[in-house]
């Protein structure tokens, strides 16, 4: 069945009692409504109604088709009701996924925004893992990457950018001095964000765009931030932090920069969803809720 109003002008002329009716009762012009009828009859290869100057009969395998066709039609009417719903409020689950502690961030606005929305349901999923939005239902994405390298069918949302500074407390660095230079790092206790085990690898950058690779065993290696910057805080070593995770130690003395003209290159924070076009109200008000959170000066509190 290639047009589904064909089969609402069925329904129209068998509910109304025939084509004038059934035209009053559209608002279509008689003659179109006898041309649809005359194509559907065509397409099913079978006589619906028997029409005359006099005489309006719907034939048997029509009283047939008709049933069926009222139950298509009210399904019709049905999604079209749903969508116009789903279109006005946002409702129903949206699933988002994002990177470790950063979690903590979104968790501590998350109640005002289901607040505002009480039609609303979010699936927070908390993982460092790559997410394939498509293959794994994922609506929203929050990621931080060096270089933007999604998907051609995905969406970006730019919120900001951050790099991340070598630290380490004022008693480590008393009490073992520090580098001077990236060759000279595996040569202390290093703190690294990693799952793996063996060597990790840095890769920093200096303001003239130098590029420097740092090899090296790390004393303490977690994937939680958290767990990282406590760490460096009491003395176990140097870690690479995100910005975000060590400005406020960094402002208060609890951490000070090791090798300060070098950092990492700096990570674009972003969000990823599948389109543009058709978003459901329910996904654009996360998107917007994820943006506004993560533009916010609390994103610098991630990780205490």
């Known amino acids: 069945m290639r047009d589904l109003n064909d089969l609402n002008f069925f329904v129209a002329i068998v509910a109304n009692g025939g084509f004038s009716a059934a035209s009053r009762a559209l608002g279509i012009p008689k ?7 005359a194509a559907l009859e065509s397409q099913l290869g079978v006589r619906l109604v028997e029409r005359s100057t006099r005489r309006f009969n719907v034939t048997e395998v029509g009283q047939d088709v008709y049933r069926h ?4 039609v009210a399904e019709t009417e049905a999604i079209e ?22 979690e903590r961030l979104l968790a501590g606005a998350l109640p005002g925004f289901l607040e505002r929305y009480p039609r609303l349901r979010v699936q ?20 931080v990457r060096d270089r933007l390298d999604t998907d051609a069918n995905l969406q970006l949302k730019i919120i900001r950018r951050s790099a991340s500074l070598l630290v380490a407390s004022p008693a480590f660095v008393a009490a073992r001095g520090q580098p001077g230079a990236p060759a000279d790092v595996p040569a202390f206790p290093t703190i690294s964000h990693t799952d793996r085990p063996g060597p990790d690898r840095w890769t920093l950058v200096n303001a003239a765009d130098e590029e420097a690779v740092v090899v090296h065993e790390p004393r303490l290696s977690a994937s939680s931030f958290p767990v990282l910057r406590r760490a460096a805080i009491g003395g176990t070593g140097i870690a690479l932090l995100p910005e975000s995770t060590c400005r406020e130690a960094l402002e208060e003395g609890r951490l000070v920069r090791v090798l300060p003209e070098w950092s990492t290159r700096q990570g674009i924070v972003h969000l990823v969803f599948t389109s543009r076009r058709g978003l459901l109200p329910s996904v654009r008000a996360v998107i917007d809720f994820a943006a506004e959170v993560l533009r916010s000066p609390a994103w610098l509190e991630v990780g205490r």
Not at 124 to 143: M, P, Q, S
Request: hydrophobic residues 45%; contains cysteine.
């Open 31 to 37: 003659s179109r409504i006898s041309r649809r009828l």
């Open 69 to 72: 066709a009222q139950a298509a």
């Open 81 to 102: 009701e749903l969508v116009a719903r789903l279109k006005a409020d946002p409702q129903g689950l949206v699933r988002v996924s994002c990177p470790l502690d950063a």
């Open 124 to 143: 927070l999923i908390v993982t460092n893992r790559r997410i394939d939005l498509i293959e794994e239902g994922i609506d929203v994405a929050i990621r």
